[in-house]
């Protein structure tokens, strides 16, 4: 790392952090110098887990032993080299986890490896075990984690560097173990239960263990903080070591504080980044369940919350139920638990909302009863579930005024059509550094009947390839005004910002004739223009309005940039100068009018400068249609774009 990230890495920290960092830094060198003393020489549980899972029935089918990471199909049905970064080839190595350098590429992507080292495969292979009775799976399962085990001792490596890996394989160790009922295996498996006691109970300690003296706070206090209560949590009620009773309070307690602190009143998550939300939300929603279920329930207010994250989440899904997309996305799971690799998370929470809030208009949008619901609430939760009716109301326009989120919506099922226009007047992220978050301010996206038409370019890489992460985090990548350029904050590093924007709603009205938003930020404040737009969707006439007024405060010439990044399913056609006609396959057709006083174009590919380019996926990316327009301004001045939609 460089010197330039560690100086703007402590910009963004109190001074209660810097002495935390301190803290943490002095624990590191104790743990490195006594390493070979750390691992306790018996770990003994105090009493035998309880099975808090009644798990249903379910019908599993696994064609090949195979997951996609990241667009790369994994044979998990192999030996496995824990330390391999599969898509590049290269190995880190074995050194004292914590003295690794994971943001170069000097041994290839840490999260590719990390996404194996969760080993989410394994809920895959119990299943199997459990639906089919074959001793094969139950060999394979022990010969799988067998190889982790030997292959990651304690604080050596790169799986023992980030404490939210560290919890993930304890959650999904956690369902294993249930699915595959380890506790009626070790009576009829003695081999077996000799494994689990020498071996897998003492990396389950010191997984939790590591949980607890590992959290992390002040300006990394995000999800990664979310997932080490919850792993801690699950991990406490089930496995009852000498202190398992200090951390489960410890964790039940910073669950029901982070819920609150880590989402608006309305169920916001503050990280501003919406893929994001399935993963934490199921950090919270796991361990409601699983609480529930061992007798230790959360509050009234924190089961409020969790209800108002599973609102915002059927709020965010368009006809079809896609979600939009703003932020990060790195497509991220806590648990797996279906074979089929485009599995939707959000649709599957939504199924656990309706039976844990008894909402049937949820329901929908669900994934109906999946496996992971069949998992979580066994045959008692499917009863309730089909109980519930189904929905058939059309949704409306949703303001979240004081998060910076507002859905216009003109929805009319029994046609099947929908116009759904998201918004973005939020904040850039959450807490200093903002890790996750996107130059996007004022950007907006729109989704015809159901399908993607203008969208946001997604995410693709991390601490890779440095253009490209520069690209998909800027506000060039967005459907935004870029001036000169620049972003809307600065960015300090890969998952780091600085001097973030503050954006403000100036006017707002929704009714059943027309929607109104008006908002601005002051991202540009440092070239003296203050970006104002106004968007006005006129559903009687299925038209949207957008006006960009860029107020100067200063005199000078500035390039402004106007993006309209499209879906790569959509085509497009130009009818003349400033029109543009968009079609996609299975949506009404879109007709695009441009500013009089811009020059456009279509650009689709370009890699200099890197323009048009569209990542579905982590690791992922593919050209797209870009409708680029720019100018010069040198005074105040307005942009006026209107979006038709026709008809059929």
């Known amino acids: 790392m460089s010197l330039s990230w560690y100086y703007y890495r402590l910009r963004t920290m109190s001074v209660p952090e810097i002495g935390f960092r301190v803290q943490q830094y002095l624990q590191k060198k104790r743990e490195k110098r006594k390493l070979d003393q750390l691992v306790p020489q018996h770990v003994a549980l105090q009493e035998p887990p309880p099975s808090l899972l009644s798990i249903g029935d379910f019908d599993f089918k696994l064609e090949n032993q195979s997951i996609e990471i990241f667009g790369q199909q994994f044979n998990y049905n192999q030996t496995i080299d824990w330390h391999l970064d599969i898509s590049s080839g290269k190995r880190f190595p074995m050194d004292f986890a914590k003295d690794i350098n994971i943001r170069t590429e000097e041994f ?174 199921d950090f919270f929603l796991i361990p409601y369940i699983v609480g529930q279920k061992a007798s230790h329930s959360f509050s009234p207010a924190y089961s409020s919350m969790l209800e108002k994250i599973c609102e915002y989440i059927y709020q965010m899904m368009d006809l ?27 649709k599957s929470i939504l199924t656990s909302g309706a039976i844990l809030f008894n909402n049937s208009q949820w329901k929908q949008l669900d994934n109906g009863f999946d496996i992971k619901n069949a998992v979580l609430f066994g045959a008692e939760g499917k009863k309730r579930y089909e109980a519930l009716s189904t929905s058939t109301e059309d949704n409306t326009s949703k303001f979240y005024l004081e998060e910076g989120h507002f859905i216009l919506r003109k929805q009319e099922r029994k046609k099947n059509r929908e116009v759904f226009v998201h918004f973005d007047a939020a904040p850039l992220g959450f807490l200093s550094i903002a890790a996750h978050g996107h ?147 299975k949506a009404r057709a879109v007709l695009i009018t441009l500013p009089t006083n811009v020059v456009s174009e279509v650009m689709r590919g370009n890699t200099n400068p890197i323009l048009g380019w569209y990542s579905a996926s982590f690791q992922v990316k593919e050209p797209t249609s870009v409708i680029y327009s720019k100018c010069h301004l040198n005074k105040t001045s307005e942009l006026n774009t209107q979006i038709k939609i026709l008809e059929e």
């Not at 309005?545 to 405060?553: E, G, P, R, T, Y």
Request: net charge negative; hydrophobic share 35%.
């Open 439 to 585: 130059s996007d301010a004022l950007s907006f996206v729109l989704h015809v009947d159901g399908y993607p038409i203008i969208t946001d370019s997604g995410t693709y890489t991390y601490h890779t390839e440095r253009e490209w992460r520069q690209y998909f985090l800027s506000a060039l990548a967005h459907n935004t005004i870029t001036i000169d350029g620049q972003n809307q904050a600065m960015v300090a590093g890969p998952t780091m910002w600085l001097k973030h924007y503050k954006t403000q709603v100036v006017a707002q009205d929704t009714n059943a004739e027309e929607d109104m938003i008006h908002a601005t930020h002051d991202g540009y404040s440092k070239l003296g223009i203050e970006h104002h737009r106004r968007l006005r969707f006129v559903k009687t006439k299925d038209e949207l309005s957008i006006s960009d007024q860029l107020l100067f405060k200063k005199t000078g010439e500035h390039q402004i940039e106007m993006p309209l990044h499209l879906h790569p399913a959509v085509k497009i056609q130009q009818k003349s100068e400033r029109e543009y006609l968009l079609k996609h396959p």
């Open 320 to 346: 079809r139920g896609n979600i939009v997309y703003y932020g990060d996305e790195d497509d991220g799971k806590v648990l797996i638990l279906d074979p089929e690799h485009h599995f939707d998370n959000f």
């Open 108 to 281: 290839g992507s840490a999260k590719h490896v990390w996404e194996v080292n969760r080993m989410q495969f394994l809920t895959l292979i119990a299943l199997q075990y459990r639906q089919t009775k074959d001793e094969h799976y139950l060999n394979q399962f022990q010969e799988v984690l067998s190889s982790w085990l030997k292959a990651n001792p304690y604080l050596r490596g790169v799986n023992w560097y980030s404490n939210i890996e560290v919890n993930i394989r304890l959650i999904v160790w956690f369902f294993s173990w249930e699915i595959l009922n380890v506790n009626e295996l070790r009576s009829s498996h003695p081999e077996f239960s000799k494994f689990v006691d020498q071996h897998w109970l003492p990396s389950i300690y010191l997984h939790m263990r590591y949980s607890y003296e590992n959290p992390s706070k002040y300006s990394s206090a995000n999800n990664h903080l979310i997932s080490e209560h919850a792993g801690l949590f699950i991990a406490s009620c089930f496995w009852k070591f000498e202190e398992s009773e200090h951390w489960l309070a410890h964790a039940q307690e910073g669950l029901e504080q982070e819920i609150a602190l880590q989402h608006s009143t309305e169920g916001v998550n503050k990280e501003e980044a919406a893929e994001y939300i399935q993963f934490i939300t």
